[in-house]
């Protein structure tokens, strides 16, 4: 599914906007700054809009963290200060509140979609005796939620899990698959890949930092993925692979 788009998360989009389909901003910052979903809207009414929150972290500058209570807080992650693992087992009492609120909150500030990142974490050091089966649990709860609020949601990375998760999940947002050769199903040994969402009608939109566009977009387009070249901090810089 061919779909142009931005992923821009270390700031706010700013006018004049980049005549894409689809924007992928922070939840928070756009709620926050309380303008920015109607101004991307009123420029193109057919503008799909994502609002990223991180679903599988918590982050002490979100203006909920005080909800967060110590016990599901996990290891901290080392790329990212202020963050730490949460133990996503605990979905069904205090944590879930908190992801229903911000799925509340999302959809009442007019997104379509909804990416929740971090939700990998039993593959991860997290400080907890995560399983597979635990992440598959939270991973197709957080889905479910979102669907009933009307609002549509992307798998965010979790490459393994996505034969059990396709059913869930309406598009894949995926980070470096080209770099580490596991976007497809035939890279991951037939069992898993993001050309079985779109064997299935659904969007992938993927980026690479590292690689060249001459290294993964040849490949991307050939996948029918949507990939851009972007920098480390998402910032407004991209490079589409193809279209706009």
């Known amino acids: ?5 931005q992923w821009q998360l270390s700031s706010l989009p700013v006018k004049p906007y980049p005549n894409v389909q689809m924007f992928d901003i922070d939840g928070f910052d756009a709620a926050e700054d309380g303008t920015i979903v109607a101004s991307l809207k009123a420029g193109r009414p057919d503008r799909g ?16 963290a005080g909800r967060f209570p110590e016990e599901v807080l996990g290891s901290p992650l080392e790329e990212w200060e202020g963050e730490r693992w949460l133990d996503v087992r605990a979905y069904t009492s205090t944590l879930g509140e908190i992801m229903k ?8 500030a007019g997104f379509d979609a909804v990416e929740p990142d971090n939700v990998d974490g039993y593959s991860n050091d997290s ?3 995560l399983r597979a089966a635990d992440q598959l649990a939270y991973n197709a709860w957080f889905a ?19 034969p059990r998760l ?10 470096e698959c080209w770099q580490y050769t596991e976007c497809t199903t035939a890279q991951n040994g037939g069992d898993y890949g993001y050309d079985q969402f779109v064997k299935a009608g659904k969007a992938v939109f993927q980026v690479e930092y ?5 290294a993964f977009c040849p490949r991307s387009n050939a996948q029918d993925f949507n990939s851009l070249k972007k920098k480390y ?6 490079v589409p692979c193809r279209g706009a």
């Open 210 to 214: 590292d690689l060249a566009p001459s």
């Open 127 to 129: 400080g907890f005796p």
């Open 101 to 108: 609120t911000r799925l509340d909150m999302r959809k009442a």
């Open 166 to 175: 396709l059913p869930y999940f309406d598009f894949a947002v995926n980070e």
């Open 144 to 162: 479910n939620e979102a669907h009933k609020r009307g609002v549509s949601v992307a798998l965010k990375n979790d490459v393994a899990q996505i």
């Open 1 to 5: 599914m061919k779909t142009s788009w």
């Open 233 to 238: 901090e998402l910032g407004a810089y991209r």
């Open 49 to 64: 809009l994502v609002c990223y929150i991180s679903a599988g972290t918590f982050e002490d500058w979100r203006p909920d």
